[in-house]
């Protein structure tokens, strides 16, 4: 087979690159029409879809709604169809109490927003509070509820705190107790405060069962006294310390009392001065009769006395008469 000149072959070979270039610049001309539809687009879909409402729904305590649309508002960039609905969930997600929010787009201008607040079940640690799913926050705003009671321990601990702090909650409460705190330290000791200002201190291990020892006794403690801590970190048994009582102290007069007795009529007064007077002359006329009594006394213990010796005399006389004779 002969070969083919050189013009032939260039000739051939111009056909495919002449529709590689078009493709190209085809290319190039769908992307810049793609650009520029989709800078058009980015330009008039806000003014054209804007966002005038976010519709926040929910049962909020601590953020108000306007809290919330100012935040969301901050965040918000482009229009119905082009707003980051990830972003603007963040934007809720960083207030201090909400636990989860959800947004979704209402045709035509409209942002839906539904929130659910933290639930404080406690207070954790040195100013934060902690829910009854274990996640801890910190309240940066808003008032936080009175009367929580307080959980302590390592933040990576607080679920399992928390579930014993619901766990024993309802069983103390069947005995009339209430906790007021609760720990577990990082060697994993737990220990209860009681509103009754009893210690419960249950050590590392058979946690539950030492608590259900105190529960089986509780009663029986109450009624022996007044214990200021229980240690139940003993096999099969617990030691009492209990509180000193304190002396009963006088009731003092009141104000009012201290003002009716001092402003006692002045014929009431003198009664009370005459009577303390004919006492008084009573005591002094019975001491001189007793004086008198007393001594006559002597007198008499004198007189019996001489008797005996006088009839001794005689008896002498008379025997010394008898020897005479």
């Known amino acids: 087979m002969a070969d083919l000149p050189d013009e032939s072959r260039t000739q051939e070979a111009d056909p495919p690159r002449r529709s590689g270039r078009m493709r190209a610049l085809t290319g190039l001309l769908v992307l810049g029409t793609l650009a520029a539809a989709a800078w058009q687009f980015a330009y008039w879909e806000p003014r054209l879809l804007p ?9 909020l305590h601590h953020h108000s709604s306007e809290m919330l649309q100012q935040a969301m508002g901050e965040r918000l960039k482009g229009g119905l169809l082009t707003a980051n609905l990830l972003d603007l969930k963040q934007a809720a997600d960083g207030l ?10 209402v045709w035509p201008d409209r942002l839906q927003v539904r929130v659910e607040e933290h639930k404080p079940v406690a207070r954790w640690n040195d100013g934060d509070l ?12 808003g008032t936080v509820p009175a009367g929580l009671p307080t959980l302590e321990g390592d933040n990576p601990r607080a679920p399992e705190v928390v579930a014993r702090y619901l766990q024993w909650r309802d069983d103390l409460m069947l005995v009339g107790h209430l906790i007021q705190t609760l720990g577990v330290d990082a060697r994993g000791a737990w220990s209860l405060d009681l509103v009754s200002g009893v210690r419960l201190e249950l050590g590392t291990e058979h946690v539950d069962q030492r608590l259900q020892r105190f529960l089986a006794n509780a009663t029986q403690l109450e009624a022996a006294g007044q ?10 048994g617990f030691s009492v310390t209990w509180r000193r009582s304190l002396p009963a102290v006088p009731a003092q007069p009141g104000p009012d009392q201290t003002a009716k007795a ?9 009664k009370s001065k005459a009577t303390k ?3 008084s002359k009573s005591k002094r006329s019975g001491a001189k009769a007793t004086t008198a009594t007393k001594a006559k006394a002597p ?21 010394r008469s008898a020897k005479g004779g």
């Open 299 to 319: 007198t008499t213990k004198t007189a019996s006395n001489k008797a005996p010796a006088a009839a001794q005399t005689q008896t002498d006389r008379m025997g």
């Open 51 to 59: 966002v005038r409402v976010i519709e926040v729904q929910g049962e």
């Open 130 to 141: 902690v829910t009854a799913e274990g996640l801890v926050f910190h309240p940066r705003g």
């Open 227 to 236: 214990p200021r801590s229980v240690d139940l970190r003993y096999s099969n």
């Open 277 to 279: 007077s004919q006492v």
């Open 262 to 270: 001092t402003a006692r009529p002045k014929a009431e007064v003198a």
């Open 96 to 105: 201090s109490w909400v636990g989860e929010a959800s947004i979704r787009r």
